[in-house]
């Protein structure tokens, strides 16, 4: 699998209206060529505009939509969009809700099931009843997600080199909650890595937002990890 060192690099568009993430693009311009969409987006009323007009870009679409329902409904979810445009969606690591997913999901559409969200903590699942600890139960999704025809799974950086060992090189790993190393202040997002980190770790992909989104200039934040990036693949 060959991917084109400057879409390894996915911007996350979690902005509150589409004109404002017609902006960001339009700032961050050749810079970037590939860009998450997710659910602050979809309850605009506007998401497929943005769709469509992201893809006139030139531009890639990861659908960050998280389905998480009974199968049918999936199912049915995923033949709304799979002829989109949109080249990754995103469901939740529950066993029917992938398999319900990857029979729909036809040529070009790739299903990546959420493991454990970069957002919780091993004190979050004790709360919640679940008696083993996020490295465990994020492997054991991610081998039920290949095993029911998904392409991948999104993963934290400190589960990646885990999962790829587990998973094989075939397998799409995304990893959100990266942070450059000049990166200061906090957020919702606990388990962090930095670019470096998640590629060495074995990631496909990572997923930026509030670093480059956030950035006194958004462009050149951009461009010093699409650097970074270029530099560790070109080693």
């Not at 970037?32 to 870009?57: C, H, N, P």
């Not at 709304?80 to 939740?92: D, M, N």
């Not at 709360?127 to 997600?145: H, N």
Request: charged share 30%; net charge neutral; aromatic share 6%.
């Amino acid at each position: 699998m060959t991917i084109p060192t400057r879409e390894r690099l996915i911007v996350a568009l979690d902005v509150p209206d589409v004109d404002a993430a017609k902006a960001l693009v339009r700032t961050l311009g050749d810079t970037v060529s590939f860009y998450k969409i997710g659910l602050e987006l979809a309850m605009t009323g506007r998401y497929f505009e943005l769709l469509d007009w992201l893809l006139e870009q030139d531009k890639r679409v990861f659908a960050d939509l998280k389905f998480y329902d009974i199968p049918a409904t999936v199912a049915a979810a995923v033949r709304q969009i799979r002829g989109r445009g949109a080249s990754f969606l995103t469901v939740h690591g529950e066993r029917s809700v992938m398999e319900a997913a990857a029979k729909e999901k036809g040529d070009t559409l790739k299903i990546l099931a959420v493991t454990v969200l970069t957002s919780v903590e091993q004190a979050d699942l004790t709360r919640v009843g679940i008696d083993v600890d996020i490295e465990t139960l994020a492997r054991r999704r991610a081998a039920d997600a290949i095993a029911s025809g998904c392409d991948g799974v999104i993963c934290s950086g400190h589960e990646a080199r885990r999962l790829r060992e587990d998973l094989g090189p075939s397998a799409l790993i995304v990893t959100p909650g990266i942070r450059p190393a000049e990166s200061s202040g906090s957020d919702d997002q606990r388990r962090i890595v930095t670019p470096r980190t998640a590629f060495e770790n074995g990631a496909d992909h990572i997923v930026v937002g509030r670093p480059i989104r956030a950035a006194a200039d958004p462009r050149a934040a951009a461009e010093r990890i699409q650097r970074e990036i270029a530099d560790f693949f070109s080693r």
